[in-house]
């Protein structure tokens, strides 16, 4: 795995995008603080640029980051998520605008994946995470449900779980604000 990790933080440290499996479901990334990478995630899905996308993190220490403050809350809904967990952090920081809502917050997950998790950490920053699929199409439950149109788009297409399918569909989403109060999204 190692060979397959560093040749994916070479790709997303020249500004590359890659198909990647996470811990839900195949995914479109990029080095989250790169613009210009997350303009390119935008334009190979076809989606809105004002329709924000979520990032990946190794911890809770790269949480910090990015956000202003994190809320005690968002940490005890951490600590007791029993599946994936993205949540809105309002006041987001150090990440480019295209990639941050309308309203200044931002979805971040702390990834239990291992292949994630290293590349994460090798990278040393977030990476971008959105479904795998077209905007407006059914996301992608494996390898082989991503279209032709996305595999040929992207820098590089990781060679790790393309015969599984996720048992995870999507992340829970809940958001919460400064004040602690918790709207849960999906």
Known sequence: MKNIVDETCKILERGGTILYPTDTIWGLGCDAC???????????????????????????????????????????????????LTIIYPKARNLPKNLVAEDGSIGIRIVNDEFCRKVIHQLGRPIVSTSANLAGANPPLGYCDVVGEIRKAVDYIVPLRQDELSSNKNSDIVKVDDAGNINVVR
């Open 34 to 84: 790169k613009e210009n990478a997350v303009a390119k995630i935008y334009d190979i899905k076809n989606r809105a640029k004002g329709k924000s996308m979520l990032v990946l993190v190794d911890s809770i220490e790269m949480v910090v980051k990015y956000v202003e403050s994190v809320p005690e809350i968002a940490m005890q809904l951490i600590e007791a998520a029993d599946r994936p």
